[in-house]
């Protein structure tokens, strides 16, 4: 079964009596990164009255998962936008609801409405994309095989992350996982054999 991300972040808005709820959605695939979008939409908006967050990391059973109601009453405000990000069926998102106060009170059913509409909003527009499982290959070999390696792992949908140059060249190779083996065979062919190759998941 395919795994949906974000493809990139997006933002939207909606009214509730007067109060503004804007959304904010980003592609996030570590915990680190999700707190990172959280904060930098906290110092986007810093005179905003809360800004809420629900963030699901990773697909399947090796999700890592957090909220915060910021200050609204407890279950109003995280729980139903987690609740909605969990079944929007993306992983590696993070989803900020910023609220700027509009002098009427919503009620509890009223504010977990709000947030979770605001969430159904943003993520019903956000692009998706297939979240391809990638492979980190540490390659060395002799200078004279470089062009012709380097044009291998462009077939094989690579990307050189970085480049060493001492005795042998050492290339770090990030591409799909379904290359990973594909490549090395054809380095290993081209080299015979005496091309030295290490695998990593990326």
Known sequence: MPNFIPAEAARSEIRVSNSRFIASAAPTPTVE??????????????????????????HGATTTMGM????????????PVLSVVKGSGLGDVTVVVTR???????????????????AKDILAKV???????????????DY??????????????GAIADEQFAADVT???????????????????????????AEEQA
């Open 33 to 58: 990164e999700a707190k990172a979008f959280i904060a930098a939409v906290r110092a986007e908006m810093p005179d905003a009255t809360h800004h809420v967050y629900a963030f699901v990391v990773g």
């Open 171 to 197: 290339l770090t190779v990030v591409l799909p996982q379904a290359q990973a083996a594909p490549l090395s065979h054809a380095i290993t062919e081209l080299t015979a054999g005496r091309a030295e190759i």
């Open 127 to 141: 692009a998706r994309v297939e979240k391809i499982a990638r492979s980190r290959l540490l390659v060395a070999f």
């Open 100 to 118: 700027y106060f509009g002098g009427t009170l919503l009620g509890t059913g009223g504010l977990v409405h709000a947030y979770g509409d605001a």
């Open 144 to 157: 004279s095989h470089f062009e012709p390696i380097r044009r291998l792992i462009a077939a094989h949908e």
């Open 68 to 79: 915060s109601d910021d200050g609204e009453p407890s279950g109003t405000a995280g729980r």
